[in-house]
């Protein structure tokens, strides 16, 4: 069965600050897809980016970039110098090709607190 | 740009009332999903749908059903709400034949509280 883990539970780190979420996620299939969502405390969940397993090339949007690593299995994302309006909590989630009953598979969230 | 709307934020009802949460999406997405979402829980699939009329179960379907006669339209329907069907309700939408391969958008969700 497919699983993610989101280690950190709480990061908190003041505002310019670099930081770094982990995902480490677990499945069988040679073919799956991973997933980033933002849940801001308005509690919408944000589709931030989505990546095949075929597709290894790290990717970077403004502030934001994603280190995909599947030796590791993992797919950690970075915020560069971070700011208050990146307060959410941020969920790494894992799809296989075949689907079926094991779905999206989201991780339990990572709450990051950025102080001004 | 992406929209999926729900029909309420925030909802009050009493144990044993039948409860409706409505879902609208305008993407013309072949797929739609109901997750519930508790702390310490995570998000967990209630049901989801892959065509008119088609749906499937997810991890806790007990307690709940759906509906969805028209493609841009997916609810929820508690048949006699409890307490602990308190939770937050999100509501997603995506397109494609795969239902869970391709990206899913989601709705601002509805806070329910059973009484």
């Known amino acids: 069965a497919q699983k993610v883990t989101q280690a950190q539970t709480e990061i908190s780190v003041v505002e310019k600050e670099d930081v770094t979420l982990d995902c480490v996620y677990e499945?069988?299939?040679?073919?799956?897809?991973l997933f980033w969502y933002k849940q801001p405390p308005s509690g919408e969940l944000v589709f931030l980016i989505r990546?095949?397993?075929?597709?290894?090339q790290n990717e970077i949007s403004g502030r934001y970039s994603w280190n995909f690593q599947k030796s590791t299995s993992s797919f950690n994302f970075t915020i560069t110098a971070s700011q208050v309006v990146d307060s959410a909590v941020y969920f790494c989630?894992?799809?296989?090709?075949?689907?079926?009953?094991?779905?999206?598979?989201f991780g339990k969230g990572t709450h990051l607190i950025i102080q001004p | 740009d992406v929209k999926v709307t729900q029909s309420s934020r925030y909802l009050v009802k009493r144990t044993g009332e039948k409860v409706f949460l409505e879902c609208v999406q305008d993407?013309?997405?072949?797929?739609m999903f109901w997750y519930r979402q508790d702390p310490g829980l995570g998000l967990r699939l209630i049901y989801f749908?892959?065509?008119?009329?088609m749906k499937e179960k997810g991890d806790i379907p007990e307690g709940y059903s759906v509906s969805r006669e028209k493609k841009e339209r997916f609810s929820l329907i508690l048949e006699s709400a409890s307490t602990n069907q308190t939770s937050m309700y999100l509501c997603?939408?995506?397109w494609g034949s795969g239902a869970f391969q391709e990206t899913q958008y989601f709705g601002p969700g509805t806070r329910l509280l059973v009484l």
């Open positions: 997603a939408s995506s």
């Open positions: 993407m013309d997405h072949e797929n």
């Open positions: 990546r095949n397993s075929f597709d290894e």
């Open positions: 749908s892959y065509d008119v009329k």
């Open positions: 499945t069988r299939d040679t073919t799956y897809y």
């Open positions: 989630a894992l799809s296989e090709e075949g689907g079926g009953a094991d779905g999206l598979t």
